[in-house]
DNA sequence: GGCCGTCAATGACGGCGCTCAAGGTTCCAA
DNA sequence: TTGGAACCTTGAGCGCCGTCATTGACGGCC
């Protein structure tokens, strides 16, 4: 992952302060998997902006490799991360001509991106789409549970369970997995905008978490998992 | 809207304790509007249980007429509507083989219902899907923003404003529908647990916004307008 | 090494919204 | 008209979480 880091930097700061700006064209032109629809890769550093809500939303792009938030700002400077997209995710997504929601870079990533117009006149790849959607929306009613209904400590709990790999009735060696050590590439402030709290209530969720036992927290953003089921019983959804 | 009321009335109670259950197959086979997929279309009473999260998810939906509500239920009983649908809405889509969340409806509604597989295969269709699932998506991002970050007052600030027809420059005319009486099809509850709330605090918040004067409550489910710019205001979005 | 900037952890305190309880409305049926 | 059920409103009290401020850890830079 250490390869892709950087290509550009960008030029100004984004509007609400956070990070760096990656304006740049896109640059590598390549062929779509199915060789129906032309898509640019683009590698960007981490916390690197792709694109403003309100932009023009004329291309749609998928996460190739890296991790990348979408987030949507308040006039008065609050922040909620509206989603957390991994390798295959889609995103840039919009029934009106402009992106609803900002798109940062959480890690050194690797995107494809792809003229919209054109993706909308393939059935290969709208049936494609439709798959990636419907998996977006699942998470996205999960993520709306989450911020209306549960406690701060239920919040961080399901956050971390997102890092736990296998969910179910795992082998000893999985387990082992399990217990490796998760490196968020999120701060705080990250972590807080997404789960809708303030980093003091993260940092407390945090520490209670150790306390209890089920995690010891490495460094800042290194998580070692002790106690899978525990911290799965802290969720509120099991 | 008085003439879809009803057609079969629900056997059992929703696990939930809310709502009586419609379980009845679908009616109606009809064609669909493109001639390419067969729709059935069923009509539903008020408060009928369309199907329960965990159910097979070999169906997607359509909403024809009337109002639609999407929930999640927590095993404690916690409950948040995640989404609220109308006319040409889509639901039932589940990247998963059974539905993630519970549909109801709220009014007396028509619904067309598609079998999966063949939506999926149909490029025509799944166009339309697409259009339709993208500002759903974005509904839901705004959705985020409101569970994450606003305040009570905001939230249900926030709520009267999707009933409010035009959002820009209305001409005097179009001022007076807007002064006109909104009728809530939803309880304090519905109302609730879609704002992530309580009813005691909707309720409050209700009261807050008429002793401001922006509103009068004329009976419960019926709220005038009175001053649409200030309940924008109060939204927190502008 | 010393300085400083960034980020996280922790404590004190206060307020928003939840809980619990009581009373009021609305509406339907007898 | 009256009783009752369902729903809504309002108040009192409290707890979780936000706000504010301090301290500490870590890393870059001169």
Redesign the interface.
């Known amino acids: 992952m250490k390869q892709l880091v950087e290509e550009r930097q960008g030029e100004t700061a984004s509007r609400c302060g956070h990070t760096p700006v990656l304006h740049a064209p896109p640059v590598l032109p390549v062929q779509d998997v199915d060789g129906e629809i032309e898509g640019q890769r683009v590698r960007f550093v981490q916390h690197a902006l792709i694109f403003l809500e309100g932009d023009p939303a004329d291309r749609i792009f998928q996460v190739v490799d890296g991790a990348v938030m979408?987030y949507?700002l308040?006039?008065?400077g609050?922040?909620?991360v509206?989603?957390l997209l991994g390798p295959g995710d889609i995103f840039g997504?919009?029934?009106?001509p402009v992106h609803?929601?900002s798109a940062e870079t959480l890690s050194p990533a690797l995107v494809t991106s792809y003229e919209r117009s054109a993706v909308?006149r393939s059935?290969h790849f709208?049936?494609r789409?439709?798959?990636c959607?419907?998996?977006?929306?699942?998470a996205?009613?999960?993520?709306?549970?989450l911020?209306?209904?549960?406690s701060a400590l239920e919040r961080v709990a399901s956050f971390l369970m997102r890092f736990v790999p296998l969910h179910t009735c795992p082998t000893h060696q999985d387990r082992e997995q399990m217990l490796a050590t998760v490196r968020l590439t999120m701060t705080r402030q990250e972590i807080a905008?997404y789960?809708?709290l303030t980093i003091e209530t993260v940092s407390r969720a945090f520490s209670e978490l150790r306390r209890r036992g089920v995690v010891s927290i490495e460094k800042q953003d290194e998580v070692k998992i002790n106690h899978v089921c525990g911290i799965c019983r802290l969720t509120?959804?099991?």
């Open positions: 979408l949507k308040l006039p008065d609050r922040r909620q509206v989603e997504l919009s029934f009106k609803d929601s909308e059935p709208l049936a789409l439709n798959r959607v419907q998996s977006q929306i699942c996205l009613h999960e993520h709306a549970v911020l209306g209904r549960k905008d789960l809708g509120g959804t099991h």
